[in-house]
């Protein structure tokens, strides 16, 4: 006889149900707070400090403002993970990174599958946003449910999977207004599932008819995305040995319709940097070599020691003291006009020059000295560079936050020492300007 599976939320309407989010950082507090404009939230985080700062209605990632945390008043912040037990479903927005090796770190997704596991009742959903490798909701993360919980998969609990789609620092692309991918354990699911995200993103969703199917759509986003910048830097280099302005080079192409138009740089972060690597690793698990993807991370990856070393050959040439030379890089998190350091290739750069030889300070208007440190001691942080008398060597913009481009060239040049040099990696100035751009 074929059992029936429990209605999802015990019964209870959507609109009446109590959402858990797990995971209060870049994705999971703007989620959070935009639900608690119809829902009952319960906003979890493991740390004490990160809860703390939210109820002071302080946000360091600066992605919701003041305002916004004063009035999510059905929001209820919190570090105690019993505060969950009054949800039914659950939405969990842990950070999946890779370990030094580049293998996928799941630790922080199943410990937060076995919390969860403690609270749920008969009939809960557990929703994933963090990205995994297509099969990894189901394969890793359900049993893990199941077993801790002790209810049977889609007969007492359920799964869903929606991508997160973040982008951080931009406030033109918010949760609102990016369209969400949507995909629930059964029809049923997938329907609360769509129905659930409907209420808060004005874009539109886009329900598809498989957890599988959504993971991999998020995986390739940034895959494809890395593939296509690593192209970019690869042609930048060799442009650049040809004598040929790549911003002309692609200005030139862009004229074409269907052309797709990227610009070269430093690629880091927690996605793009990140994402290639879980999509290897399934394809190596299931016995198939892929040819392409791990050699636009390899090159990606090896950008930051491109521009080490064109600073040093360029300060040679130019004959700018380089020996034990002071260098000051401009920019530190992994894209601009965010605080975020994880996986940055700009903090890869300061190492570089370090190894090089080079007297490394850094700054970033979004990061504070104490945050990096302790953690990097061969680099000096500099909270306010253009407010200290200095002749550096060589000054590296190396992360566009819209600070630098609202500064005239000339305050970046007064930096400089007599035969100091400028160094453009985002194209912040124009052509000329600077002494070497990317």
């Given at each position: 006889?074929?059992?029936?599976s429990?209605?999802?939320?015990?019964g209870?309407?959507l609109?009446?149900s109590?959402?858990?989010?797990v995971?209060?950082g870049?994705?999971?507090?703007p989620?959070?707070v935009?639900l608690?404009?119809h829902?009952?939230?319960?906003?979890?985080d493991s740390s004490?400090?990160?809860?703390?700062?939210l109820v002071q209605?302080?946000?360091?990632?600066?992605?919701?403002?003041?305002s916004a945390l004063?009035?999510?008043?059905?929001?209820?912040?919190?570090?105690?993970?019993?505060?969950l037990?009054k949800?039914?479903?659950?939405?969990?927005t842990?950070?999946?990174?890779?370990d030094?090796?580049?293998?996928?770190?799941?630790?922080?997704?199943?410990?937060?599958?076995?919390?969860l596991?403690?609270f749920?009742?008969?009939?809960?959903?557990?929703?994933?946003?963090?990205t995994?490798?297509?099969?990894?909701?189901?394969e890793i993360?359900v049993p893990i449910?199941?077993?801790?919980?002790?209810?049977?998969?889609?007969?007492?609990?359920f799964?869903?999977?929606?991508?997160?789609?973040?982008?951080?620092?931009?406030?033109t692309?918010?949760?609102q207004?990016?369209?969400?991918?949507?995909a629930?354990?059964?029809?049923e699911?997938a329907t609360?599932?769509?129905d659930l995200?409907s209420?808060v993103?004005?874009?539109?969703t886009?329900k598809?008819?498989?957890?599988?199917?959504?993971?991999?759509?998020?995986i390739i986003?940034?895959?494809q995305?890395?593939l296509?910048?690593?192209?970019?830097n690869?042609?930048?280099?060799l442009?650049?040995?040809?004598?040929i302005?790549?911003q002309?080079?692609l200005?030139a192409a862009?004229?074409k319709w269907?052309f797709h138009s990227?610009?070269?740089g430093?690629?880091?972060?927690?996605c793009?940097?990140?994402?290639?690597y879980y999509?290897?690793?399934k394809?190596?698990?299931?016995?198939f070599?892929?040819?392409?993807?791990?050699a636009?991370?390899?090159?990606?990856?090896?950008?930051?020691?491109?521009?080490?070393?064109?600073v040093k050959?360029?300060?040679d040439?130019?004959?700018?003291?380089?020996?034990?030379?002071?260098?000051?890089v401009l920019?530190?998190?992994?894209?601009?006009?965010?605080?975020?350091?994880r996986?940055?290739?700009?903090?890869?750069?300061?190492?570089?020059?370090?190894e090089?030889?080079?007297?490394?300070s850094?700054?970033?208007?979004?990061?504070?000295?104490?945050?990096?440190?302790?953690?990097?001691p061969?680099?000096?942080?500099c909270e306010?560079?253009f407010g200290e008398?200095s002749e550096?060597a060589a000054?590296?913009?190396?992360v566009?936050?819209d600070?630098?481009?609202?500064?005239?060239?000339e305050?970046?040049?007064?930096?400089l020492s007599?035969?100091g040099?400028?160094?453009?990696l985002?194209?912040?100035?124009?052509e000329?300007?600077?002494?070497w751009r990317?």
């Amino acid at each position: 006889m074929i059992k029936e599976s429990i209605p999802p939320l015990r019964g209870r309407k959507l609109d009446e149900s109590t959402i858990g989010v797990v995971g209060l950082g870049y994705v999971g507090l703007p989620l959070a707070v935009s639900l608690s404009n119809h829902f009952d939230v319960v906003g979890f985080d493991s740390s004490d400090d990160r809860i703390g700062q939210l109820v002071q209605h302080v946000d360091i990632t600066k992605e919701v403002a003041r305002s916004a945390l004063e009035s999510a008043t059905r929001l209820e912040l919190t570090a105690e993970p019993a505060v969950l037990k009054k949800c039914s479903i659950y939405i969990v927005t842990v950070p999946t990174p890779v370990d030094a090796s580049s293998t996928p770190d799941l630790s922080s997704i199943t410990q937060a599958s076995e919390t969860l596991a403690k609270f749920m009742s008969e009939g809960d959903i557990v929703i994933y946003e963090s990205t995994v490798y297509p099969g990894l909701t189901e394969e890793i993360c359900v049993p893990i449910l199941a077993t801790n919980s002790g209810l049977e998969y889609n007969m007492q609990f359920f799964c869903g999977y929606s991508p997160e789609r973040m982008n951080p620092g931009d406030k033109t692309r918010t949760l609102q207004s990016i369209v969400k991918v949507t995909a629930g354990s059964t029809p049923e699911v997938a329907t609360l599932v769509d129905d659930l995200y409907s209420k808060v993103v004005t874009a539109g969703t886009f329900k598809v008819e498989s957890i599988k199917i959504a993971e991999a759509a998020k995986i390739i986003e940034n895959t494809q995305r890395d593939l296509n910048i690593a192209l970019i830097n690869e042609l930048a280099q060799l442009f650049k040995k040809l004598g040929i302005d790549t911003q002309k080079v692609l200005e030139a192409a862009n004229t074409k319709w269907n052309f797709h138009s990227y610009s070269p740089g430093l690629v880091g972060g927690h996605c793009i940097g990140v994402d290639p690597y879980y999509l290897v690793h399934k394809a190596q698990e299931i016995g198939f070599a892929t040819q392409v993807i791990l050699a636009g991370r390899s090159t990606n990856d090896g950008m930051a020691k491109y521009v080490a070393s064109e600073v040093k050959r360029l300060m040679d040439v130019s004959e700018t003291p380089s020996a034990n030379g002071d260098v000051l890089v401009l920019g530190l998190t992994f894209k601009e006009n965010c605080s975020d350091t994880r996986n940055s290739q700009a903090i890869s750069l300061c190492c570089s020059l370090v190894e090089h030889g080079f007297n490394v300070s850094a700054s970033d208007p979004f990061v504070t000295s104490n945050d990096l440190q302790f953690k990097y001691p061969s680099i000096r942080f500099c909270e306010h560079p253009f407010g200290e008398p200095s002749e550096y060597a060589a000054v590296i913009v190396a992360v566009a936050h819209d600070e630098y481009r609202n500064k005239g060239v000339e305050a970046f040049k007064d930096l400089l020492s007599e035969r100091g040099l400028l160094f453009d990696l985002k194209w912040v100035f124009k052509e000329g300007d600077a002494d070497w751009r990317m």
